[in-house]
């Protein structure tokens, strides 16, 4: 990049968050010497607990599909065996993932492993009616688990409604009395919303751990660094979520990229964005949704003698983010809350079609990719019902840029 190009994505970084003031500690010195030296993912230990976990936690949210769209059981089957062989040996499941498949299948391919040699976490979604319903849905995951306990357990997907609604159930006083029961072992809540609600939850209860969305992207722009140091400040150990924004992250634009390569050529863009997770030193685990062995394969590398980032990786992430922030179009982590959608719009492929114009700039091939959708899932199906926001943890207009996307289109 010419000195020009590097002035002009300087000024724009004043925008952001710097990263420069994150400790370039990793946590691994609290980690014995015994676990640095088995060549397998590094660990982080829970407080001052005999407890350990991966950094680099599997989360089953992303697994390989077949045509049909169900699990691809013998692919992801491989995958989870060449993750325990890592010694990367946490999953974090939930009870609507590949439409309740996901937590079925974690419970049948570890049934071969001593429950002891791996960590389960899954999470209460925000749809049970009443308490009952609540206890109904904790005892079906058990089962489905294949499981008498669950390691790490979460309400699910926090905000102020489902916090309310979570309240009105008394779902963590079920949960504590799970607890006491032995049937979960450290309870704590996965998050969506602003840092003052955040602040409420974590007053109103004792809470194990949290799960929290965080990445070089959202640092600032979810306040995701405001979250972290809430949950910080309260002794509360933190898991991350979408440390690649759906992989997202991983498709930076040519001028963020050239960025990233010309400091170093031959790390990948996915090592530069957990490694800014990981180095964070009250992150316990990073989940990533890995979906092909490849990715498994990368990760583990990463997150094997893990580097912490240096302070001048810190400031070239810094560029680097600034020059991607300015073509993203909508921030979709393609999680499918949204879905499915009442009118059969495919929201998370529109959205990402629409991305992938935005940063490269090839219209041609966007409005091929957009009309080469499925009959009557494209964004001009959209009717304006509102059911996808309801459930969209990242608060996007969908329906407002669903009809930009389709005016867009129009002009042909």
């Not at 049909?68 to 009870?95: P, Q, R």
């Not at 909508?330 to 499918?336: I, Q």
Request: glycine content about 6%; overall charge positive.
């Amino acid at each position: 990049m010419d000195r020009r190009n590097f002035l002009k994505t300087l000024a724009g970084v004043a925008a952001l968050a710097p990263f420069a003031h994150l400790s370039a500690k990793s946590g691994m010195d609290k980690v014995p010497a015994e676990i640095k030296k088995t060549g397998k993912v590094d660990r982080r230990k829970y407080k001052d607990t005999a407890v350990s976990l991966p950094l680099l936690g599997f989360g089953m949210m992303r697994l390989p599909r077949l045509a049909n769209g169900k699990i691809d059981e013998k692919k992801a089957a491989d995958m989870v065996d060449a993750a325990m062989k890592s010694g990367l040996n946490h999953f974090d499941t939930a009870h609507m993932y590949h439409k309740g498949e996901s937590e079925k299948f974690i419970g049948k391919v570890l049934s071969k492993y001593p429950r002891k040699s791996y960590t389960l976490a899954s999470k209460m979604p925000w749809y049970a009616k009443d308490a009952a319903g609540v206890e109904k849905i904790f005892f079906e995951q058990l089962k489905r688990c294949n499981t008498s306990y669950f390691d790490f357990y979460m309400i699910h997907s926090l905000g102020r409604k489902n916090w309310a609604t979570a309240e009105r159930l008394k779902t963590y006083d079920f949960l504590l009395k799970m607890k006491k029961e032995g049937k979960i072992r450290f309870l704590g809540f996965s998050f969506h919303d602003k840092p003052e609600v955040l602040e409420e939850i974590v007053k109103a209860k004792k809470w194990d751990f949290a799960l929290i969305q965080i990445n070089a992207l959202d640092w600032k722009n979810y306040k995701s660094k405001e979250q972290y140091e809430i949950l910080t400040k309260n002794n509360i150990p933190v898991m991350v979520m979408e440390p690649l924004r759906g992989g997202s992250l991983t498709k930076l634009n040519k001028h963020a990229t050239e960025i990233l390569k010309n400091k170093n050529k031959d790390a990948s863009v996915a090592s530069w964005m957990f490694r800014f997770t990981g180095t964070l030193p009250n992150v316990l685990c990073v989940l990533s949704g890995m979906s092909k062995m490849e990715h498994l394969e990368e990760n583990i590398k990463t997150f094997t003698s893990f580097k912490p980032l240096t302070e001048t990786e810190k400031t070239t992430l810094s560029l680097a983010i600034a020059a991607y922030q300015k073509r993203l179009a909508v921030p979709c982590t393609a999680c499918r809350y949204c879905l499915p959608c009442p009118a059969g719009v495919n929201i998370p492929a529109v959205f990402t079609l629409y991305n992938e114009y935005k940063l490269d700039g090839n219209r041609k091939a966007f409005l091929k990719k957009i009309k080469n959708l499925p009959a009557e899932t494209g964004p001009e199906e959209c009717v304006n019902c509102g059911k996808c926001m309801k459930h969209c943890p990242q608060h996007i207009q969908i329906a407002a840029e669903l009809k930009k996307i389709k005016e867009d289109i129009a002009k042909g």
